[in-house]
């Protein structure tokens, strides 16, 4: 009788976990936007297998975190200013009509999940100069705005909520180490839940652009102001 409690190392759960190490270091901009990447060398470095390598690689140019170009082999997707507008200009297309529709679709469970991500967020720190604090509230932050559209029931449009969140994380995570300035949004967030769980559709819709719409302008003046030569990227 075979061992079901054997555990095994596929290939596929190593380019998992190969796809995680570097998309973090992306997203932190441990490996730089623009930089090549040299698959020989990572392959040495983080130990491990071309094939697996190559896979992970493959998927992270499926997210657009990294661009193939034929002849030419892999680079972390350069930053601009007209690329974090495209992702703001996608998000708010899309995430205020994911709202919509768990508004519509949620119930208890749903308005519970809201509340319950919001509280976590309000309750939880970010600091200047911590780490450990800026990374636990960036998981609340995309805790609680992926709770708001959870019950929009439409996976196709969850893969691209993920997608845009991703490429716009990569900006706040690089640029908001810059400044020890962090923009208060608990009322923000307090005011969209508050919208979203008493069905008031079209003002949860309107306040849920307006705070994409307030973040994207902070993140472009820290590029502005703080990296400038990220808008020549």
């Known amino acids: 009788m075979p061992n079901t409690n054997r555990q095994t190392t596929p290939k596929q759960t190593i380019a998992a976990q190969i796809e995680a190490r570097l998309r973090h270091d992306i997203l932190h901009g441990v490996l730089a936007p623009g930089s090549k990447l040299n698959l020989d060398r990572l392959r ?6 071309l094939s697996p390598l190559r896979e992970a690689v493959n998927r992270l140019v499926a997210t657009g975190l990294v661009e193939s170009e034929a002849m030419k082999g892999y680079t972390v997707t350069p930053i601009s200013v007209a690329n974090l507008d495209e992702v703001a200009a996608l998000r708010i297309e899309l995430e205020p009509y994911a709202l919509r529709r768990s508004m519509e679709n949620g119930g208890l469970d749903w308005e519970a999940g809201v509340m ?3 509280h976590r967020l309000n309750h939880t720190d970010r600091i200047h100069g911590d780490p450990a604090s800026l990374s636990d509230w960036e998981a609340a932050n995309n805790a609680f705005h992926e709770a708001l559209i959870a019950r929009c029931d439409m ?6 909520y993920h997608q845009l969140v991703a490429l716009n994380d990569r900006y706040r995570l690089i640029y908001l180490k810059a400044t020890p300035i962090q923009r208060d949004v608990i009322d923000e967030h307090t005011a969209i839940a508050n919208a ?37 990227i």
């Open 196 to 232: 979203a769980v008493d069905r008031r559709a079209d003002e949860a819709a309107a306040l849920l652009t307006g705070h994409i719409t307030r973040s994207t302008r902070n993140l472009r003046r820290l590029i502005a102001a703080e990296l400038p030569d990220a808008t020549s």
């Open 44 to 49: 040495e470095s983080m130990a491990v297998g």
């Open 155 to 160: 996976p196709l449009l969850i893969k691209m």
């Open 116 to 118: 319950g991500a919001l």
